[in-house]
């Protein structure tokens, strides 16, 4: 027998332990030892009992072996092999039981669990349906409509509610081991023996072609969940083994399937973007008081992500009345931290009465282990407030800027610390996004590296390692990339026809519409602060400047690109933001032209990796995978296409590269091909070949 599995008889009960840390996926040795327990099981026990050993029962199949030759058994097989079984077998769950460890678990004839444990399918968010059963047995156990809730959104179901549609049989305090053995001995006792799922009756149909549309919908572009639909038609509408038959032949459509490539690059990156090798052996500092310089939306938000992680706040802002509205704004965003139900009555009481305070003086700061600065993005300002900050901090606390843009060597230098010194670099806003990229200067310390990814993760929030530059890893890309755009409005194209490409693309927003919600006064600001360094060759978005002569700022104007209006969510297209511009154009002597959608998209994606290239070659991104993450989780980039660099891959960088070289007929300034690029193409590599270099 493998070690991944152990099986042991207690009493009359055979005992199946599958012990394959960290989550027990089902990998190939675990599928082997489960088949060879069961056959010990049949020989010479009365019933079985599977359960997982350490913190879970089986979080799924093995996602590394995606992509792989499959190898024999096959988790389908093993779970046949374990409905058919004549013993009666009870899966007792705990931690969490997803994907194909559900699919075991449903396989088996009677499901007990912890309170605290977890069920789901969530193959749908790695680009595939599940693949063991689990679309005709589970509608089959729950009816048909909770099990495309279940499987279509691929969300972990707390235990109650998977005990109140019939999923479980018994929820029991205990180990999962007591549980499960309680559970047989009542049911032998009772002369129950085994209960296949796939002998309930097949689910009652509902409106399925609804159900595709609605997801198809909502998927955005991402094909997985509409198919799972389908699949649980087929429970509804074919026999028990054709329904697999037709479950198997979708899933295997979907492994090969780049979306299935690009979420699964993405829940590994996701993963790996934390693991920097400078920082292993490291021990963080500890953080338990936080300081926060500016009560604005974003230092609120910061503020409002440290307290409901359970850390004690003192928000600092220049008078009493600040002080006051600030805190307004925090318990605000509190409140709706319990409406998401990420936070309980009880504890924003706890929280407004003893862990969050406001102050107008530096002093109070003088205990805190980490200050996190969110002043206006000034570098005299911030300069100052690092100089008072030196002075007052205790040694070992960590100083932390939230600039977008600014030099972070250049404030470090402000302090006797620079080693201490770090930027955290928060996304608006604060409280919701989940990423952070740290920014580690030239004198930044591992420790305070290690303290600062470790203060992310407190927060729960997905930390990216980047380099100092202008606009550190993602904004500097975003710029880049927003020129491109912005050229292409000069030259022909509407700002709502390029809007209307890249959500066809899969953004989650357009850009101009972001420009709109971020205000259109901080490009404006830009544009006049990089003015004087400017090359000459370089193309301005007038239009943009004249909007914002007009007042236009975006959303909170009412008036940006789009006219919102009160109530309505998102904006309306605006005929006079079109005569701008063809004024504009008409005024630089620009003959407009078309763009179609396939133009406007290779545009976009030629000018991101192309900057992206040259990120990760001044070193400012380690590797392509953390601009990949950045991209996802601040830019909404789709995530079923990998993030950035993983579609450059699939899509191929010699294409990009001769698009670039293409465009550049037209600017050579702007469209010059990166360097890094050029040798990638020259030598056949890959970016995920530099994240392998990365890694090995
Ligand atoms: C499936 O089951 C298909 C079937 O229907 C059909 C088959 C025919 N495989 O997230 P963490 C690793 S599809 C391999 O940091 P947490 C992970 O990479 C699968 N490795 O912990 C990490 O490694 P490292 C459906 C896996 O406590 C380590 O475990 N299942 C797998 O924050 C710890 O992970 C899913 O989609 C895996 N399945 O969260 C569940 N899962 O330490 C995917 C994890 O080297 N997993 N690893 O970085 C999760 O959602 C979370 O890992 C879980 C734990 C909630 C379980």
Known sequence: M??????????????????????NATSHAVRKGLLAALENAEQEANAALIVGAGRTFIAGADIS??????????LPDICNRIEASPIPIVASLHGTALGGGLEVALAAHYRVAVPTAKVGLPEVTLGIIPGAGGTQRLPRLIGAEAALGIITSGRHVPINEAYQVGLVDQISDGTPEENGLAFIHDLLSKGHGPRPVSGIPAPKPVDFDAWHAKTLKSGKGQI????????????STLSFLDGLKRERELFTELMASPQREGLIHAFFAERAVSKLPELKGIDPREIAKVGVIGGGTMGSGIATACLVAGLDITLIERDAQSAEAARTK???????????????????????????????????????DLVIEAVFEDMDVKKSVFATLDSICKPEAVLATNTSYLD???IAAATSRPQSVIGLHFFSPAHVMKLLEVVVADATSAETTATAFTFAKRLRKTAVRAGVCDGFIGNRILAYYRTALDNMVLDGASPYQIDKALTAFGMAMGPFAVSDLAGLDIGWATRKRKAATRDPRA???TFADRLCEMGRFGQKT???FYIYEEGKRGGI???????????????LGITPRSFTEEDIQRRFLGALINEAARVLADGIARRPLDIDVTLLYGYGFPRWRGGPMKWADIAGLSGILSDIRTFAAEDAYFWSPAPLLEHLVAEGRTFEDLNKEHTS
């Open 2 to 23: 493998s070690n991944a599995v152990n099986y042991r008889l207690k009493g009359d009960i055979g005992i199946i332990e599958i012990s394959n840390p960290p989550v």
């Open 65 to 74: 072996e995606f992509g792989k030759p499959p190898k024999k058994p096959g």
């Open 224 to 235: 997985a969940p509409a198919t799972a639909v389908r699949a649980v038609e087929a429970a």
């Open 330 to 368: 925090v318990e605000t965003f509190l409140k709706a931290a319990i409406k998401r139900g990420k936070l309980s009555e009880d504890a924003f009481a706890k929280i407004t009465s003893t862990t969050f305070r406001t102050a107008t003086e530096y002093t109070a700061l003088a205990e805190a």
């Open 408 to 410: 972070v060597n250049e």
């Open 539 to 541: 193309r301005i978005p």
């Open 558 to 560: 009412g008036r940006g």
């Open 573 to 587: 297209k605006d005929p006079e933001v079109e005569e701008i511009i063809a004024k504009e154009r008409a005024a």
